[in-house]
């Protein structure tokens, strides 16, 4: 709720809104709860799971799926820490060795990371990758085989022109060798 005082200063009566109290309410309302990584068979068992963020803490949790149309039976795993800084592209096998990973932005540096995945329910033993820069301006709509290829993409918007690109992936971990095309425009 926004709240007005009125404060008189030298006989001038001056309005000030005293916002305090809902900037933190809508600062704690952007810090608590989950952002998804996204849905992929993280841990190879055959079932899709979740994979999200706990934007209290920043830690990364694999949710196990069930193969259920209910609540799952498995226990949710730690599989990362320090993620607050990150905006996920999402989970795909980017690097073609038939494990999911994740890709993701770090906000501080606009630096576009691989982490590769292992297949299991826990940290990945896997370095992570440098696979892009300058993604800030950046708002990622996801990963997927959006040209055909058999290779994941990445399908980002630039919020300064608002011009919609594929770069399209090279089953590497490291930078694509592929030039990006425009795919959309006003976005």
Do not use: E
Request: charged fraction near 20%; glycine fraction near 14%.
């Amino acid at each position: 709720m926004l709240r007005q005082t009125l404060l008189s200063v030298s006989g001038v009566t001056l309005c000030v809104a005293l916002i305090i109290s809902s900037l933190i309410k809508s600062l704690h309302a952007q810090q608590v709860g989950y952002t998804f990584a996204g849905l992929a068979d993280w841990d190879g068992d055959g079932r899709q799971d979740i994979v999200a963020r706990d934007n209290t803490t920043g830690l990364l949790w694999l949710y196990p799926g069930d193969r259920t149309r209910g609540y799952s039976s498995q226990a949710r795993v730690q599989i990362g820490n320090g993620w607050n800084t990150y905006t996920f592209a999402g989970l795909a096998d980017w690097d073609g060795d038939g494990r999911q990973d994740i890709v993701a932005r770090d906000n501080t540096t606009g630096l576009l990371w691989l982490y590769p995945g292992d297949r299991k329910r826990g940290y990945s033993s896997q370095a992570r990758v440098q696979i892009g820069n300058g993604w800030n301006t950046y708002t990622f709509a996801g990963l997927a085989d959006w040209d055909g290829d058999g290779r994941q993409d990445i399908v980002a918007r630039d919020n300064t022109t608002r011009l919609l690109w594929l770069y399209p992936g090279d089953r590497t971990r490291g930078y694509s060798s592929q030039a990006r095309v425009q795919i959309g425009n006003g976005w």
